[in-house]
């Protein structure tokens, strides 16, 4: 399968929107004369674009037809075997100075990277078509949203983009022809996919975003992971709101009370699953909708927090989702749908590690090889993807486009941990909630490359992702907080911890619910919980469990804060903050000291 891919010649009236601003013209003129292609594509994101660059990419490979009658309007990507996910190593936040990307970010200096970078794009596009694809992040008409243009060589940019963001005419009619309207600059080309010529660079002072020599969407997709969490971090510290790695979901109670919850957990620990998690057979009349899986744009409003999605898709890890675990993500993801890298069925069909049903006898691997079940290689790689648009969700909440967005009542922190830490906590405060997110911890996933399974901290799952000195990160943090009057309730969660016989002790998924109950409880004031050590934490008869096949030893295990272990986890959080070189607040200084103290008495 190929990625590049020659030029491609639309018939009249395809690829020529061509905006009226002049800053986007003046800048799109200056790259193509850098990058030389043989011609520019001006997306509109209409239907009759889609349909001629679908059948472009079926044509040159780029994309696999799938079975149309068993996954209608859905394709197959396979993207290179040394381009399969995220390179932390390689992404550069390229601030004035190295202080102000700080100790968590790769630093490189603006004007040597981008004279680097201009080298490498010089006649890039030779031979090829560049893109540009105006979109916005948010709601259209939201106080939060931004608009970005992406220029790219590749059509499944193009076509990933168009789910992911509200993209085309309707960016352009929000821009307008004013040459000083803020925008990101976003400028992506597959180069010839060289893991030595991969790098990611954001250039925050300038709203600018450069990335070569990937294809895989993490590092390409660049209104995602680049726009929305590295330079909207930057954006929002400066503009006193929030970017964050966070899923946005509703409850509503059979009475018809309703509150919104944002969760933080690093890639691939399950925030889609949460976000879409269907409550067992003991919480009928409840509802949980999704707002967004993966990104938060938060502001202060009437003195609480309102969250939107800036995204208009999902960018879902495959493996592992089935009817059992997500059947909301299934559903959505069974039309419609672009798939990369999971493996394609003798019949069209698409399969991954974790689908439902058995493994089909024969199938084409993620890399283009014959597989059966006997294979000691995955059929699917275990970060495939999914790119499916928002409006595919059954259990999408009818308030995702309102422009203010939804009222935060709680904050989850939460992540892969097999010791330690609970099943569910409460912070005490909210500062002392800014402590839980500032030294949340996970085992390492196979979203980005690098050892799996290796405990990291992952400070509020913004460790590879904060466009900044994580220390000022923390400030803003503990700063939002005393503007809030009505601040959400913060809360830690781990659904995956271990027993002695290395099994999860809690089941998880839908049964996660039980968990959230008792958060809503909280939030409503009428949750029980003990005051412990490391925050208020719920004794067995605080959570709903009927119905739940769970041992009773098990729950006090998932429940039990473990004194040695937590004298290792308050130094691993000393340790944590020294390797930060004094960036850390005072106030969060303070809170560690209270917590090694809390547990002295
Ligand atoms: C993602 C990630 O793809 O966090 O969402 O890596
Ligand atoms: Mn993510």
């Known amino acids: 399968m190929k990625n590049l891919a020659p030029a491609i010649f639309p018939p009249k009236g395809i690829g020529n929107a061509k905006p009226a601003n002049k800053a986007v013209l003046d800048w799109v003129h200056e790259i193509a004369t850098l990058t030389q292609p043989e011609n520019v594509f001006w997306c509109d994101g209409s239907e009759r674009e889609h349909d001629f660059l679908i059948a472009e990419s079926l044509g040159q490979n780029v994309l696999i037809e799938l079975n149309q009658k068993k996954v209608p309007h859905s394709y197959l990507h396979r993207s290179s075997p040394n381009d399969v996910a995220r390179v932390e190593q390689f992404t550069f936040v390229c601030t004035t100075t190295k202080q102000e990307a700080g100790p968590t970010n790769n630093w490189a200096d603006p004007t040597e ?52 963001t509200r993209m085309g005419e309707i960016a352009l009619k929000r821009l307008g022809n004013d040459p000083s309207a803020e925008w990101n600059r976003g400028v992506h080309s597959l180069l010839d996919v060289n893991p030595e010529r991969r790098f990611i660079c954001h250039f925050p002072q300038d709203n600018t975003i450069i990335s070569v020599g990937s294809g895989y969407g993490g590092n390409v997709l660049l209104s995602k992971k680049c726009l929305a969490l590295r330079i909207g971090s930057y954006l ?176 989850i922190f939460g992540g892969r941990r097999s010791d330690t830490a609970p099943l569910v906590y409460q912070a005490l405060d909210w500062n002392h909630g800014v402590y839980l997110g500032a030294t949340m911890a996970s085992e390492t996933t196979a979203a980005a490359t690098g050892a799996v399974g290796r405990v990291r901290r992952d400070p509020m799952a913004m460790l590879p992702f904060c466009g900044y000195n994580i220390g000022d990160y923390f400030q803003h943090w503990l700063d939002i907080g005393k503007q809030l009057t009505d601040p959400p309730l913060i809360f830690n969660v781990n659904w995956f911890r271990k027993g002695a016989d290395g099994k999860f002790l809690w089941p998880g998924f839908g049964e996660n619910m039980r968990v959230l109950k008792w958060i809503i409880d909280r939030c409503e004031q009428s949750g029980g919980a003990l005051k412990s050590p490391i925050g208020w934490l719920p004794s067995p008869h605080d959570l709903d469990l009927a119905e739940l096949d769970i041992d009773r030893n098990a729950v006090d295990e998932l429940l039990c804060i473990d004194h040695e272990e937590w004298q290792k986890e308050i130094a691993a959080h000393k340790e944590f903050f020294d390797s930060l070189g004094g960036v850390v607040p005072q106030e969060l200084q303070k809170q560690r000291e209270q917590l090694a103290e809390r547990f002295r008495f």
């Open 113 to 164: 990277t981008y004279a680097k970078l201009r080298e490498l794009l010089a006649g890039a596009m030779r031979g090829r078509t560049m893109f540009v694809i105006p979109y916005i992040m948010g709601p259209a008409d939201s106080p939060l949203a931004k608009i970005g243009f992406e220029i790219t060589d590749s059509k499944y940019v193009v076509l990933s983009l168009r789910i992911m």
């Open 236 to 411: 929002a510290r400066k503009q006193n709101w929030m970017a964050e790695h966070m899923l946005i979901l509703g409850v509503e109670s059979p009475e018809g009370r309703k509150h919104y919850v944002a969760a933080a957990f690093p890639s691939a620990c399950g925030k889609t699953n949460f976000a879409m998690l269907i409550p067992p057979e003991h919480f009928k009349g409840w509802k949980v909708t999704t707002i967004g899986d993966d990104i938060a744009w938060m502001r202060i409003r009437n003195g609480r927090l309102y969250a939107v999605n800036p995204e208009n898709g999902y960018f879902g890890v495959v493996p592992g989702t089935s009817y059992k675990s997500n059947p909301n993500a299934m559903r959505s993801i069974a039309h419609d749908t672009i798939y990369t890298n999971v493996a394609l069925t003798d019949d069209g069909d698409v399969w991954w590690e974790g689908k439902d049903g058995e493994p089909p006898a024969h199938a084409i691997d993620w890399r283009g090889n014959d597989w059966t079940p006997q294979s000691s290689e995955k059929a699917a790689h275990p970060n495939s993807r999914f790119t499916t648009p928002m409006g595919n969700n059954p259990a999408l909440d009818p308030d995702v486009e309102k422009n203010e967005g939804v009222p935060i009542s709680a904050i």
